[in-house]
């Protein structure tokens, strides 16, 4: 049995969309469990660039099935137009895309209630997509959310669309002054017409899969946001709404925890995060805006610059402790070539005295001061290596200070966006 996970150790961005395509490669099943177009995984080939936001990245890579597990919760307007582009730039999805019948929508009362909860909070706003994302688990929770399988039945969708509508235009009123745009017949009609599109492609993702695993199919989990990030594990309320580490793989796809034999973390060689929370090792001045400017910062999603700062191996010791990690993964090693002197977060203090453990409220972690190791930089060009022992000799010991750290090997080093800048220190699958 072959299954592998990858998922992000930080607050996102780390460069897992790379990851998944180089790893798609060996892969015959490929999965997202969580999360919906709030997402934004880049993969570059050959120079072009591709961003994606539900499919799983292994899109790319023909004769590999892709499947958007029940965890997610899926803009069905978002999904058809990320189809159109692949088929655009001459990938084939016919029998390669599994969407989950068990999967619930986001309908446009999801994203009203997203912008309007956000600007009731004003500064204090935790700096969501405006995808709707946070509602439609909301209402998931709730019990009150709308599923692919729903849509089989156009009679049943109509009446609880039609519910929905009435309890989520109160709320929008009297609660947040918004005055609703929601018309019942016109998002039914524009649901259905949309769903036509998708029903080829929906099934029961669940019993597939542990028939692919069972028949020892190689199966590559995707994950989305990262571990920071994850709604019970994360730095809360700073998070998303889903289980984005991997706690949330076996629920978000519908399998066992036993049959995940392998997860490996992707680590940036900094630390980035976009939105509010705190950020312990965030530099506001001229590093900050150079390892913005030289690792292009910017969100894949929503084009916001990201806040950049020294990467924090206390965030992701907690992460690869939360994820049982058993190989890590650096990228962008190559944005940090500039540096004459690179600085590694090794430790917390709270009121001068050192924790030893990651916090677990943002009232603590807003407090936190940084403890730093002082390395010495290269000031070398990295990326067209292909071999560790090859890299400067310390770039070599970053790495390696990293894996004693962490009592974690690194697997694969990161040295450029596309496909090709990559070394391999050990085969993942």
């Known amino acids: 049995m072959a299954?592998?996970?990858?998922?992000?150790?930080?607050?996102?961005?780390?460069?897992?969309?790379?990851?998944?395509?180089?790893?798609?490669?060996k892969a015959d099943v490929i999965v997202r469990f969580q999360g919906g177009n709030n997402a934004g995984h880049t993969v570059v080939i050959n120079g072009t660039k591709y961003v994606l936001h539900l499919l799983p990245s292994g899109i790319l890579h023909e004769g590999k099935t892709c499947i958007l597990g029940n965890g997610m919760v899926i803009d069905l307007e978002a999904?058809?137009?990320?189809?159109?582009?692949?088929?655009r730039v001459g990938k084939s999805v016919d029998g390669r895309i599994k969407l989950s019948e068990r999967a619930h929508i986001i309908l446009p009362y999801h994203k009203q209630l997203d912008a309007a909860s956000e600007k009731r909070k004003g500064n204090g706003s935790i700096g969501t997509t405006l995808k709707g994302i946070g509602p439609a688990y909301r209402d998931k929770a709730?019990?009150?959310?709308?599923?692919?399988?729903d849509l089989k039945n156009p009679e049943t969708f109509k009446r609880r669309l039609v519910e929905n509508i009435k309890e989520k235009s109160i709320i929008l009123k009297y609660v947040y002054g918004f005055e609703?745009?929601?018309?019942?017949?016109?998002?039914?009609?524009?649901?259905m017409r949309i769903f036509e599109k998708l029903e080829p492609f929906v099934c029961d993702t669940i019993s597939y899969l542990n028939k692919a695993i069972d028949e020892d199919k190689n199966v590559l989990f995707e994950g989305a946001q990262a571990t920071l990030l994850d709604i019970d594990a994360g730095t809360y309320p700073y998070v998303t709404s889903s289980n984005s580490s991997a706690l949330g793989i076996a629920s978000g796809s519908g399998i066992?925890?036993?049959?995940?034999?392998?997860?490996?973390?992707?680590?940036k060689a900094y630390t980035t995060r976009v939105g509010g929370g705190p950020f312990p090792?965030?530099?506001?001045?001229?590093?900050?805006?150079?390892?913005?400017?030289?690792?292009?910062?910017?969100?894949?999603?929503?084009?916001?610059?990201?806040?950049?700062?020294?990467?924090?191996?206390?965030?992701?010791?907690?992460?690869?402790?939360?994820?049982?990690?058993?190989?890590?993964v650096i990228t962008k090693l190559d944005v940090l070539d500039a540096f004459e002197e690179i600085k590694v977060c090794t430790g917390y203090k709270?009121?001068?005295?050192?924790?030893?453990?990651?916090?677990?409220?943002?009232?603590?972690?807003?407090?936190?001061?940084?403890?730093?190791?002082?390395?010495?930089?290269?000031?070398?060009?990295?990326?067209?290596?292909?071999?560790?022992?090859?890299?400067?000799?310390?770039?070599?010991?970053?790495?390696?200070f990293i894996e004693e750290f962490l009592n974690i090997p690194v697997s694969l080093v990161s040295t450029g966006p596309q496909r090709d800048e990559i070394i391999c220190r050990k085969t993942l699958w």
Not at 79 to 87: A, G, P, Q, S
Not at 142 to 149: L, Q, S
């Open 3 to 25: 299954t592998l996970a990858i998922v992000g150790t930080q607050w996102g961005d780390e460069g897992k969309g790379k990851i998944v395509d180089i790893l798609s490669e």
């Open 79 to 87: 999904l058809v137009n990320e189809i159109e582009f692949i088929k």
């Open 142 to 149: 709730g019990r009150v959310g709308i599923r692919i399988a």
């Open 256 to 267: 066992s925890p036993k049959k995940v034999k392998k997860i490996t973390g992707i680590a």
């Open 180 to 191: 609703p745009d929601l018309n019942a017949d016109k998002i039914y009609s524009a649901t």
């Open 350 to 400: 709270i009121d001068g005295k050192l924790i030893n453990t990651f916090p677990s409220t943002v009232e603590e972690l807003s407090r936190v001061e940084p403890v730093y190791e002082t390395l010495p930089g290269w000031k070398a060009k990295t990326t067209d290596i292909k071999e560790f022992d090859k890299l400067p000799e310390n770039a070599q010991k970053f790495i390696k």
């Open 281 to 328: 090792t965030e530099l506001c001045c001229q590093l900050g805006e150079l390892l913005r400017a030289r690792g292009h910062e910017y969100g894949a999603t929503t084009g916001r610059p990201r806040r950049c700062g020294w990467l924090d191996l206390v965030a992701v010791k907690y992460s690869a402790m939360v994820n049982d990690l058993d190989t890590l």
